[in-house]
């Protein structure tokens, strides 16, 4: 090509010289990129020198390039994804990458199975030595205060001759009840509810007390005034502490429901970890054997026997578990509740029954009947059924834990109240004719006399239930204790194994890798 000035040609072989523009160049100008192109002839001409055709200018602040632009930076990701499908395309990389995801999935089951049977373990430690406890004490914490407020009844009704023996029991009441509270409200964590009763009863328990001491005060003077606050006091009591608590004890039983349901819950996602780890060990271990028609390997089938015996174990220890916890629910817990209940409803028909004497038909209902009297027949149809003789209704109180009763220890003392509560009834009836006849004195003796009064009957039923709910406490604590002792061991041998299975397969897929060295 001739120079555009002189159309001179350079002679082959020849650089062109400085100044002159050759075929094709690179321009870049400030702040613009790089641009490559051909030159169609003769570049520009700016008067000093040559403009060449092809040449290379950059300004300040120019991209060095190619016409494609700025080439970006590669993140670590896009590189560690771009070994790993070049690993994948070999053998050995293959190798590496089902050895790391077979450790993985191991050590995942070994910490998925003691994650859920340490919850499980607990929840089951809970119901024995939090929970089942509780309740029990929101039920004495009931009994104590009713069986207070009725001895504080057959106390007012003695009059001056009120024995030592009924102040003791009436002071021994209260005083439970306080001692519960406090065990209570230490104890009570998580629940508005509970604490919420706690401090309701807390409250109010001072104020029913001193009611009652006026009440005793103003019966010994003769004055009729004692009995307007015995019943001011009964009332604080029926309307205001006992609903109290047995919200408390509504709440602390419904906890250990809570307990029992997270400590019988199935460990899927332990179980799923186990079944994943195993399918994809049996997968290894035959990919293994086809590409190398060798039967075993011995760090897989370690891996595959130490992911099985965790498997298995979790299985098994769950279910024996699942199954004591079951037993100690319905052999245990349903009793106590029914018992308790018993406990309750004789008490409250025991307080009634003194109450219809220190009132006389002050207080009726809304059909002009006895408020006590009819508050007596409502507690006895509760505790053993509409009927005045033979066995209890199946639907009452006493029936139910007959039913529930599954041993004769258990059995027993519940047949026995349910005939003492039948006596009762009998000496309840004739005291309530003697009152009607206007012989009070005898309904009295009839009520809180002797060894043929009424209060004897009702002391037999209260230490029969009790006898009842002492060999059901023990028998739900015996079935909940061997239930939770089937995991006993199961977290530590999960880890231990789930470690030596992950180095297994590692072993294994190592022992396959050497072959390519």
């Given amino acids: 090509m001739s120079n555009p000035q002189t159309g001179a040609v350079p002679p082959p072989g020849r650089a062109a010289a400085p100044g002159t523009s050759s075929g094709a160049g690179t321009f870049a100008g400030a702040g613009s990129p790089a641009v490559s192109g051909l030159s169609s002839g003769a570049g520009p001409s700016s008067g000093a020198g040559p403009a060449s055709g092809a040449g290379a200018f950059s300004g300040t602040g120019s991209a060095a390039g190619t016409g494609s632009g700025v080439a970006r930076r590669r993140t670590a990701w896009a590189d560690g994804v771009d070994q790993l499908r070049a690993a994948a395309t070999t053998e050995p990389g293959r190798l590496r990458i089902i050895g790391a995801v077979l450790a993985f999935l191991v050590m995942a089951f070994g910490a998925a199975t003691a994650w859920q049977v340490t919850d499980r373990a607990t929840a089951a430690r809970d119901v024995v030595e939090r929970s089942q406890p509780l309740s029990a004490d929101a039920a004495d914490i009931y009994r104590s205060l009713a069986d207070a407020d009725t001895t504080a009844a057959s106390g007012f009704l003695a009059g001056g001759k009120e024995t030592q023996a009924t102040r003791d029991r009436y002071e021994d009441d209260i005083a439970m009840a306080a001692r519960l509270l406090a065990k209570a409200s230490s104890n009570t964590r998580g629940s508005d509810t509970a604490a919420r009763q706690i401090a309701t009863l807390n409250s109010l328990l001072p104020r029913y007390t001193g009611l009652i001491e006026t009440a005793r005060t103003n019966n010994r003077q003769g004055l009729p005034l004692g009995g307007a606050y015995l019943r001011y006091a009964n009332a604080q009591m029926r309307d205001e502490l006992l609903p109290a608590a047995r919200g408390l004890y509504v709440a602390e039983t419904a906890r250990l429901g809570e307990d029992y349901d997270a400590a019988k819950a199935w460990p899927w996602l332990a179980l799923s970890a186990g079944v994943l780890a195993l399918g994809a060990l049996a997968w290894a271990q035959r990919r293994n054997y086809r590409r190398t028609n060798r039967v075993f390997n011995y760090g897989l089938l370690a891996a595959t026997t130490a992911s099985a015996v965790v498997l298995l174990w979790l299985a098994v220890g769950h279910s024996v578990a699942r199954s004591g916890l079951n037993t100690s629910y319905e052999s245990g817990a349903k009793s106590l509740n029914v018992l308790n209940e018993a406990r309750i ?173």
Avoid: C
Avoid at 456 to 464: E, G, K, P
């Fill in 345 to 517: 409803d004789a008490l409250q028909a025991r307080g009634d029954e003194n109450l219809t004497l220190v009132a006389r038909g002050a207080v009726v209902t809304k059909d002009q009947q006895d408020f006590y009297e009819a508050g007596y027949r409502t507690g006895m149809k509760d505790l053993a059924g509409a009927g005045h003789s033979g066995a209890a209704a199946a639907d009452s109180r006493l029936g139910t834990a007959l039913t529930l009763a599954d041993d004769d220890a258990g059995r027993r003392p519940v047949e026995e109240a349910v005939a003492t509560v039948r006596q009762w009834q009998a000496r309840h009836a004739e005291a309530r004719t003697a009152d009607d006849q206007g012989d009070y004195d005898l309904a009295l003796a009839k009520v809180i006399g002797g060894g043929a009064a009424t209060g004897q009957s009702f002391d037999r039923v209260d230490t029969q239930l009790a006898k009842a709910l002492d060999h059901e406490q023990r028998q739900l604590r015996r079935a909940a204790d061997d239930g939770r002792g089937a995991l006993d061991g199961l977290v530590t041998g999960a880890v231990v194994l789930a470690l030596l299975g992950a180095t297994g397969a590692v072993l294994g897929i190592g022992r396959r890798l050497s072959e390519y060295r």
